[in-house]
């Protein structure tokens, strides 16, 4: 089972928006803004696309953005586009033993 | 280009060790720590440790402590993820990546390595 909790799938239109939550607690996502968001297509290693909480990497398309509400962060992908489907994870710095925890991680599906 | 290039995929039998490499470039290698992230098939990402180039220093997620072992070589630009005693659970991709600012933020990874344990 994993820290974080995401949905195991989504799925959108191309063109619509899509949100996806990352729920975890006061000692991870809740407790610092060190939340990160992953893309991963099948075969692939795992691409940056938000970092701490809001922040974007140089290159990345501004239809992706971050926010957190509590001990919830989430991604939210504004028209959505064919290449947007893949898996997405979130991860956190956590003030336990683990130090660096992920969510299961969230299939996206586009129609 | 900045990147991150790891050694070939690996077949260990149940009990024996693997040491994986990661090769940096395009940057300056002490600066940034090294993270280690494993994925089995099929499944999530599951985050194993960090180790600082510049020091030497790492620290290892709970679950692997007494098991792995993250050291480095500064003069060929190379960090290395060691893991004994294998068992089958241990069959997946193993993939470094760079962490850049924050803690959790890991902005280039290497391509992965296939560690397969089978007896």
């Known amino acids: 089972q994993s820290a974080l909790t995401q949905p195991a799938s989504v799925s959108g239109s191309p063109g619509q928006s899509i949100t996806i939550s990352c729920t975890g607690t006061s000692s991870d996502v809740g407790g610092y803004n060190y939340v990160s968001w992953y893309q991963q297509h099948p075969g692939k290693a795992p691409k940056l696309i938000i970092y701490e909480v809001t922040n974007r990497p140089s290159g990345v398309s501004n239809r992706f953005s971050g926010s957190k509400s509590g001990n919830t962060a989430s991604l939210t992908i504004s028209g959505l586009q064919s290449e947007d489907e893949a898996d997405y994870y979130c991860?956190?710095?956590?003030?336990?033993?683990?130090?660096?925890?992920f969510g299961g991680g969230t299939k996206l599906t586009v129609l | 280009q900045v990147q991150l290039v790891q050694s070939g995929a690996e077949v260990k039998k149940p009990g024996a060790s693997v040491k994986v490499s990661c090769k940096a470039s395009g940057y300056t290698f002490p600066t940034y720590d090294i993270n280690w992230v494993r994925q089995a098939t099929g499944q999530g990402l599951e985050w194993m440790g960090w180790m600082n180039p510049s020091s030497g220093n790492a620290a290892y997620a709970q679950k692997f402590q007494g098991r792995v072992t993250m050291t480095r070589n500064t003069s060929i630009r190379t960090a290395y993820m060691e893991l004994s005693s294998l068992r089958s659970e241990d069959t997946a991709v193993y993939y470094c990546?760079?962490?850049?600012?924050?803690?959790?933020?890991?902005?280039?990874w290497g391509q992965g390595t296939l560690v397969t344990v089978s007896s």
């Open positions: 990546a760079r962490r850049v600012g924050a803690p959790s933020a890991f902005d280039i």
């Open positions: 991860n956190s710095y956590t003030s336990s033993t683990t130090l660096v925890v």
